[in-house]
């Protein structure tokens, strides 16, 4: 079910994988890659990522890609080319789109979606049994990548 991951890199950055999950039906989490986005030049962990494999209701809210770098890394654009690094791998499990959600108001996350040709399918309303709105999300801004193109 899992794919090698060792070409996720550039020249910038590679991601190390250090976990992976598998499907859980009962909580409605398809199967997850986790990893370190680590810096190519000193190998030094900048954040971390994560790709859930597959669609269903909590990806269509939680989107397929999760990514968080470490604020004294930030403004690098390594989120937008995390993001480029995961398509590949989403390819390989035959994925045709991919959805990245984040918060309305997290300007750096919408940045990242353009940045790495997303687009903006719309702001939607976060429903009461899921996740984030538990955490106090109530809307959520919904990104589609194609990788079929």
Not at 40 to 49: F, L, M, N, Y
Not at 63 to 69: D, K, L
Request: some cysteine; hydrophobic content about 30%.
């Amino acid at each position: 079910m899992f794919f090698n991951t060792t070409d996720l890199k550039n020249k910038e950055i590679y991601l190390h994988l250090y976990k992976t999950a598998d499907e859980n039906i009962e909580k409605g989490y398809v199967p997850a890659y986790y990893f370190k986005i680590m810096r190519s030049i000193d190998d030094i962990e900048i954040g971390q990522c994560d790709l859930r494999i597959g669609h269903n209701d909590n990806t269509k809210y939680g989107g397929n890609i999760g990514y968080e770098i470490y604020k004294s890394f930030r403004g690098n654009h390594y989120a937008g080319k995390v993001c480029k690094l995961l398509f590949l791998l989403a390819k390989k499990h035959k994925m045709k789109e991919i959805i990245i959600t984040c918060s309305p108001e997290n300007i750096a996350s919408r940045k990242t979606c353009e940045y790495c040709g997303a687009e903006l399918v719309g702001i939607i309303d976060v429903p009461q049994w899921h996740e984030l709105y538990k955490s106090g999300r109530k809307k959520t801004c919904q990104y589609i990548i194609r990788l079929d193109k």
